[in-house]
């Protein structure tokens, strides 16, 4: 168990609709990451968040947003989903350095 | 553009034996590289890493080469174990801490009993 947590585990929604995934990092882990894992692919950096702010920006599109909230949890929201856009979410985070992230356990969107 | 290649998508060796997993790398600035290891239905766990000064780092049974003329690193497992069989990603930073994780598509390693 890495300590970081992420709901809901499995997501099955419709295009077009919008969608929340969670991500609660471990505990004094200031940093969290998104990536996104779709069929053969590696994992894709999405975005990182530093104790609130925004630190660095990967491949995320503009239909796909997130935030880091005070308690330091963070949200990955995504919009007018496209069958692409189904993936494995994985969250993952670190006090500060990139370099030693730890995982959480992803979240399933299937988009139908 | 794929900075960072795992070329072989699968890779079935025998218990016992050496596992050989290769990654190639694009970007001459990458100064950190790092093997993750997932099983299904879990997120990435980290393996083993090296920095650019060293060709070698080695724990326990897994050992990491790093080729910096060729771009080029190895993951060796020996001896090879059934629980070794997860999918291997190799991932590479620049400065050492400051920027994104690049990985790799990664290599399915099935260790057959």
């Known amino acids: 168990d890495s300590g970081v947590t992420q709901t809901p585990k499995h997501l099955i929604t419709a295009t077009g609709q919008r969608v929340t995934l969670r991500c609660s990092p471990r505990?004094?882990?200031?940093?969290v990451y998104w990536y996104q894992q779709s069929l053969d692919q590696g994992l894709q950096f999405l975005i990182q968040?530093?104790?609130?702010?925004?630190?660095a920006k990967g491949n995320i599109l503009e239909r796909f947003s997130a935030q880091q909230f005070p308690d330091l949890h963070s949200e990955l929201n995504l919009s007018s989903l496209e069958l692409g856009d189904s993936a494995l979410y994985f969250c993952?985070?670190?006090?500060?350095?990139?370099?030693?992230?730890?995982f959480g356990p992803g979240t399933r969107l299937t988009v139908t | 553009d794929q900075q960072v290649k795992q070329n072989s998508p699968s890779l079935s060796v025998q218990e016992g034996r050496i596992s050989i997993l290769n990654c190639d790398y694009t970007?001459?600035?990458?100064?950190?590289f790092l093997w993750y290891k997932k099983y299904p239905a879990e997120g990435p766990t980290f393996l083993i890493s090296?920095?650019?000064?060293?060709d070698k780092n080695e724990d326990g049974r897994f050992t990491v080469f790093l080729n910096k003329s060729a771009k080029h690193l190895s993951l060796h497992i020996v001896p090879s174990q059934p629980g070794d069989s997860a999918v291997y990603f190799c991932?590479?930073?620049?400065?050492?801490?400051?920027?994104?994780?690049?990985f790799g598509k990664g290599t399915r390693l099935s260790v057959i009993a």
């Open positions: 993952a985070s670190s006090v500060q350095r990139t370099d030693e992230q730890y």
């Open positions: 505990s004094g882990d200031l940093s």
């Open positions: 968040y530093y104790n609130g702010e925004e630190r």
């Open positions: 970007n001459s600035m990458f100064d950190y």
């Open positions: 090296i920095s650019s000064i060293k």
């Open positions: 991932a590479a930073l620049r400065n050492s801490g400051n920027t994104p994780l690049v």
